[in-house]
């Protein structure tokens, strides 16, 4: 079993930036690929972003590529997302995902939610405009 916790959302106007953070229990989490999702009110949940076992690829949504940077220091079995210039239109409850065997990563299934096993329980970010 896989724990997932996520921090780090709140209240920012727009144009401002957050970095959310998600630790994970497990002692292989070098293994697993991470996933970040949100969900608006009245929405499906949308892809965000996406990197592998290593961190040496990453996959962004186009909504978000070149405002938002997904990292991760294994060493602490935690993943971030830095957000900057945000816009209204990001507000959502932002949940992390992990894949444990890493292979979803690796097909198109990274960017949907049956692609990941284990998720957090999300964090609430609000842009205001």
């Known amino acids: 079993q896989v724990q997932l916790a996520e921090s780090g959302g709140g209240l920012v106007q727009a144009g401002g930036s957050l970095r959310l953070s998600c630790a994970a229990s497990?002692?292989?989490?070098?293994?697993?690929?991470m996933g970040w999702f949100r969900q608006a009110p009245g929405k499906g949940r949308e892809f965000v972003v996406a990197?592998?076992?290593?961190?040496?690829?990453?996959d962004y949504a186009d909504s978000v590529k070149g405002r938002f940077t997904i990292s991760r220091d294994n060493a602490k079995n935690t993943v971030y997302l830095q957000m900057n210039t945000l816009i209204p239109e990001d507000t959502a409850v932002y949940y992390c995902a992990a894949d444990t065997n890493g292979n979803s990563y690796f097909t198109f299934r990274r960017r949907l939610p049956d692609g990941y096993e284990y998720w957090g329980q999300g964090t609430q970010v609000t842009v205001s405009s």
């Open positions: 497990g002692r292989t989490f070098a293994s697993y690929a």
């Open positions: 990197i592998s076992r290593t961190g040496g690829s990453t």
